[in-house]
């Protein structure tokens, strides 16, 4: 069994998920994958089943019964990697917005040094493409936004496309996490860092998804400009 796996969570995503498993797979042979899929009403499931016997028992699938965000998704994913003796563990999306040819370089990160590899849209200018404006804006001013509430010094806070040391999540207290959209992946990185793990940003491009729909809303938003705020005051009082 390898010592690297890529967690993707899934919500109907039909229309990529059978080519991201095998872009993943292609990459090369030490990437192992865990499909976390919140029981897609589109069949999600099924298709990553198809896919067992050619992947050579690299291709795993935990179905939650209960769509509750993208952050109990990974700590879902984050749980059974652990139990499962995995050292690097990663996690992107399913919608090719992350390029699978990067995973080396994240992986090449951690072994150098770094405790957590954030693949990062704004650490070497703006590398994005295909978004709207007003979405590109968003997130860059997001990650600003919250460099000036925490001090965080990662120019991509809200990135997706990250690997960690299986021990970082061993320390962060998974049950502990608070969100459950992006702002999980704000307070998974603070965390982190208040802890004294070393974060090192590799620079990626992100292009938008071309084949089915955003899971982006204006909760998820709310949750992580106040969410911000909140993980600030919690570590300036010791609640983390």
């Known amino acids: ?30 990437f192992d994958i865990l499909i976390v899929d919140d029981s897609s009403p589109d069949g999600t499931g ?25 952050g109990r998704a990974y700590v879902h994913g984050f749980k059974w990697a652990l139990k499962n003796n995995y050292k690097y563990i990663f996690e992107m999306d399913a919608d090719f917005s992350h390029n699978p040819n990067d995973l080396p370089r994240l992986y090449d990160a951690l072994a150098n040094g770094a405790d957590v590899a954030v693949g990062s849209r704004y650490s070497n200018g703006v590398n994005v493409v295909n978004w709207p404006m007003e979405r590109v804006l968003l997130s860059y001013f997001a990650s600003k ?23 970082v999540l061993e320390t962060l207290g998974l049950d502990d996490i608070k969100f459950k959209g992006y702002g999980f992946q704000i307070e998974m990185k603070y965390k982190s860092w ?26 998820i938003i709310g949750e992580a400009v106040f969410g911000v705020i909140s993980l600030r005051l919690r570590n300036m009082f010791g609640k983390l």
Do not use: C, W
């Open 46 to 70: 099924n298709l990553v089943r198809e896919l067992f016997t050619e992947s050579n028992g690299r291709l795993h699938l935990e179905v939650r019964t209960t769509k509750d965000g993208l």
């Open 145 to 167: 936004y919250v460099r000036v509430i925490t001090n965080l010094p990662v120019h991509d806070a809200t990135a997706g496309f990250v690997g960690y040391k299986a021990e």
């Open 1 to 30: 069994m390898s010592d690297k796996l890529v967690i993707i969570p899934t919500y109907n995503e039909k229309e990529n998920i059978q080519a991201i498993i095998k872009a993943v797979l292609a990459v090369d042979d030490t």
């Open 194 to 219: 208040v802890k004294k793990f070393k974060i090192q940003e590799v620079p990626i491009i992100f292009t938008d998804r071309t084949l089915g729909e955003s899971k982006i809303s204006s909760d």
